[in-house]
């Protein structure tokens, strides 16, 4: 058992004894304390906040708590001492023996760990960038964080569809075929400004070569135009590993028979009424007319203002859209239905989780949207000025080609979704621990090295060595220990992000860990006691090269997971 689940459960079963003397009817949370590894060694290899949780309900203050709990754990042989700090904090140190056992656990489980979770059936949607031109720098973020999470997911046991909603309905459908429509008209000409009723730049024009000589009714050149655009953004994220499951179409799914279920389910929970909205904010324009529309009663819900459903032309909002596909995905019966958008809609999130509540209050689903903040491009520390509207943005296929697709993975998951990122060209070209791609992988290459060099010193396969018969008591160096325990929490890591959605946890872990990794091998260098592989030293040089080798599994399996090339040479 790994030391994280047998804390847990040796402190947990201590609550339990306590709410039982008590008579406490109500049923401890496991998952309401944390055990964390401290980033100064001095508070221990481990620290739990267990007795802070836990106190108010058995009744006693926090350090009382935290004491108790240090007297029960220090009977076990494997503990070498304990301490109790600040409001209630218990540190925990382990005897040496126990974190070399441990790594024998880790051996043993690496690659058939079950991950003990309720499997889910998950629809994850992400990038669902409308069809009017090619993907930009910033739909990348939402891309590969939605396609990781999904890796992720799928990792841990879930079955996972991704989905690509493709908005092929509506007002940017109707501006996108005039703007075709006018450079067919205007072929021959090499300049032409376009005002605010067309789309800008290049890539417009350039399809509208390829159809202009061809005879086509309105309907079918719409069809045609959408399919020459969804086939190159298929094309680019297929360029960054990424490809869905499913696409939905909402023109298909806003037909005329799902627009009527939904109203009809909506009038029945009297869900809308006939009403007048205010004058956007937005607008400026003095011909905006007060009209009658069928509204939905959102602001009963949390939201700031009743929504329409339905425009006065007749057209449905982006919201009744939204409605009517979002309930075919609580129809299919998902466990989870998962959205991965940019913060600009950050207004839509409240309003849509309301409609779906009202519509299905007996389903059982959970429906999660997580908003990806902004992607800052940077060229010699310069933030790249970007504007779609004016059409001098960076594409997605541009950037793959400077850079590659694993420094673009990697970067568009290193922080959490709330931060901004910074893509710095200069830096992620470069081949320096500046560049966390490099760092990584060149940590994996050395450790694959050293493996070879050991082999062929020792003249021994690693391939299926018994890791039982394997003595690590040599192991006693303090990197030694950080690093074991950094390798023994590698799945546990990957459980939160499972749990959280949240990737950049093990981007993050990579990185740490690679940095461990380079710190323990330059050690060698100046002392050479502490080289890797003594050639003198079987015995030594055996136990350091197991360490290595579970490094560069961790490694492997993570950058995997990732979808992030790992070569063994560099």
């Given at each position: 058992m790994?030391?994280?689940?047998?804390?847990?459960?040796?402190?947990?079963?201590?609550?339990?004894?306590?709410?039982?003397?008590?008579?406490?009817?109500?049923?401890?949370?496991?998952s309401?304390?944390?055990?964390?590894?401290?980033?100064?060694?001095?508070?221990?290899?481990?620290?739990?906040?267990?007795a802070?949780?836990?106190?108010?309900?058995?009744?006693?203050?926090?350090?009382?708590?935290?004491?108790?709990?240090?007297?029960?754990?220090?009977?076990?042989?494997?503990?070498?001492?304990?301490?109790?700090v600040?409001?209630?904090?218990?540190?925990?140190?382990?005897?040496?023996?126990?974190?070399?056992?441990?790594?024998?656990?880790?051996?043993?489980?690496?690659?058939?760990?079950?991950?003990?979770?309720?499997?889910?059936?998950?629809?994850?949607?992400?990038?669902?960038?409308?069809?009017?031109?090619?993907?930009?720098?910033?739909?990348?973020?939402?891309?590969?964080?939605?396609?990781?999470?999904?890796?992720?997911?799928?990792?841990?046991?879930?079955?996972?569809?991704?989905?690509?909603?493709?908005?092929?309905?509506?007002?940017?459908?109707?501006?996108?075929?005039?703007?075709?429509?006018?450079?067919?008209?205007?072929?021959n000409?090499?300049?032409?400004?376009?005002?605010?009723?067309?789309?800008?730049?290049?890539?417009?024009?350039?399809?509208?070569?390829?159809?202009?000589?061809?005879?086509l009714?309105?309907?079918?050149?719409?069809?045609?135009?959408?399919?020459?655009?969804?086939?190159?953004i298929?094309?680019?994220?297929?360029?960054?590993?990424?490809?869905?499951?499913?696409?939905?179409?909402?023109?298909?799914?806003?037909?005329?028979?799902?627009?009527?279920?939904?109203?009809?389910?909506?009038?029945?929970?009297?869900?809308?009424?006939?009403?007048?909205?205010?004058?956007?904010?937005?607008?400026?324009?003095?011909?905006?007319?007060?009209?009658?529309?069928?509204?939905?009663?959102?602001?009963?819900?949390?939201?700031?203002?009743?929504?329409?459903?339905?425009?006065?032309?007749g057209?449905?909002?982006?919201?009744?859209?939204?409605?009517?596909?979002?309930?075919?995905?609580?129809?299919?019966?998902?466990?989870?239905?998962?959205?991965?958008?940019?913060?600009?809609?950050?207004?839509?999130?409240?309003?849509l989780?309301?409609?779906l509540?009202?519509?299905?209050?007996?389903?059982?689903?959970?429906?999660?949207?997580?908003?990806?903040?902004?992607?800052?491009?940077?060229?010699?520390?310069?933030?790249?000025?970007?504007?779609?509207?004016?059409?001098?943005?960076?594409?997605?296929?541009?950037?793959?080609?400077?850079?590659?697709?694993?420094?673009?993975?990697?970067?568009?998951?290193?922080?959490?979704?709330?931060?901004?990122?910074?893509?710095?060209?200069?830096?992620?070209?470069?081949?320096?621990?500046?560049?966390?791609?490099?760092?990584?992988?060149?940590?994996?290459?050395?450790?694959?090295?050293?493996?070879?060099i050991?082999e062929?010193?020792?003249?021994?396969?690693?391939?299926n060595?018994?890791?039982?018969?394997?003595?690590?008591?040599?192991?006693?160096?303090?990197?030694?220990?950080?690093?074991?325990?950094?390798?023994?929490?590698?799945?546990?890591?990957?459980?939160?992000?499972?749990?959280?959605?949240?990737?950049?946890?093990?981007?993050?872990?990579?990185?740490?860990?690679?940095?461990?990794?380079?710190?323990?091998?330059?050690?060698?260098?100046?002392?050479?006691?502490?080289?890797?592989?003594?050639?003198?030293?079987?015995?030594?040089?055996?136990?350091?090269?197991?360490?290595?080798?579970?490094?560069?599994?961790?490694?492997?399996?993570?950058?995997n997971i990732?979808?992030?090339?790992?070569?063994?040479?560099?």
């Amino acid at each position: 058992m790994f030391y994280h689940d047998l804390l847990k459960k040796e402190l947990f079963d201590y609550i339990n004894s306590e709410y039982s003397k008590k008579n406490i009817k109500e049923v401890p949370n496991k998952s309401s304390f944390n055990i964390e590894i401290p980033t100064n060694k001095k508070f221990g290899d481990l620290s739990t906040n267990i007795a802070m949780v836990f106190a108010k309900k058995i009744g006693l203050p926090p350090r009382d708590l935290a004491l108790k709990l240090s007297k029960h754990m220090n009977k076990d042989n494997f503990i070498e001492k304990l301490e109790v700090v600040g409001p209630g904090f218990l540190n925990i140190f382990f005897k040496k023996s126990f974190w070399q056992d441990q790594l024998k656990v880790f051996f043993k489980n690496v690659n058939s760990f079950n991950y003990k979770i309720v499997k889910k059936n998950i629809c994850l949607e992400f990038v669902s960038a409308n069809p009017t031109g090619l993907m930009h720098i910033g739909h990348a973020r939402g891309a590969v964080l939605g396609d990781t999470i999904a890796s992720v997911l799928e990792e841990v046991g879930h079955k996972v569809t991704k989905e690509y909603y493709i908005n092929d309905a509506g007002e940017q459908i109707k501006k996108l075929k005039k703007t075709i429509k006018f450079h067919i008209n205007n072929k021959n000409n090499k300049k032409i400004k376009t005002d605010d009723e067309l789309y800008p730049g290049e890539y417009l024009k350039e399809i509208s070569k390829k159809i202009y000589k061809q005879e086509l009714s309105e309907l079918m050149l719409e069809n045609k135009i959408i399919k020459f655009i969804m086939n190159d953004i298929k094309e680019d994220l297929l360029k960054i590993k990424i490809k869905h499951d499913s696409f939905v179409s909402e023109k298909k799914c806003s037909s005329k028979k799902n627009i009527d279920e939904i109203l009809k389910k909506l009038n029945q929970k009297k869900l809308t009424y006939y009403g007048y909205q205010e004058k956007p904010k937005s607008l400026n324009n003095e011909s905006w007319e007060r009209k009658k529309l069928l509204l939905f009663k959102s602001q009963e819900h949390g939201d700031e203002a009743d929504r329409a459903l339905i425009k006065s032309n007749g057209e449905l909002t982006y919201f009744m859209t939204d409605i009517i596909y979002h309930q075919k995905k609580v129809d299919k019966k998902f466990d989870i239905l998962l959205n991965i958008w940019g913060s600009d809609h950050s207004g839509y999130v409240k309003r849509l989780q309301s409609a779906l509540e009202q519509l299905n209050k007996k389903a059982n689903y959970i429906f999660e949207i997580k908003l990806t903040s902004l992607v800052n491009l940077l060229n010699d520390k310069q933030v790249v000025k970007m504007s779609k509207r004016e059409g001098n943005y960076v594409t997605l296929r541009e950037v793959v080609e400077k850079v590659g697709p694993d420094v673009l993975r990697y970067m568009m998951i290193s922080r959490s979704v709330d931060k901004k990122i910074d893509f710095d060209f200069e830096i992620v070209k470069s081949k320096s621990k500046d560049n966390p791609v490099f760092y990584i992988q060149y940590a994996y290459a050395r450790c694959m090295s050293l493996i070879k060099i050991y082999e062929k010193t020792f003249n021994i396969s690693l391939r299926n060595i018994d890791i039982k018969k394997v003595n690590l008591s040599n192991l006693n160096l303090n990197e030694e220990t950080i690093m074991i325990i950094k390798i023994c929490n590698f799945f546990n890591v990957i459980i939160k992000a499972a749990k959280f959605y949240e990737p950049h946890r093990i981007a993050n872990y990579l990185f740490d860990i690679a940095k461990d990794f380079h710190a323990y091998w330059g050690l060698g260098k100046v002392d050479s006691s502490k080289k890797v592989i003594i050639d003198q030293n079987a015995n030594i040089s055996l136990s350091r090269i197991i360490l290595i080798l579970s490094i560069s599994k961790i490694i492997k399996k993570g950058m995997n997971i990732l979808k992030i090339e790992c070569p063994e040479n560099m």
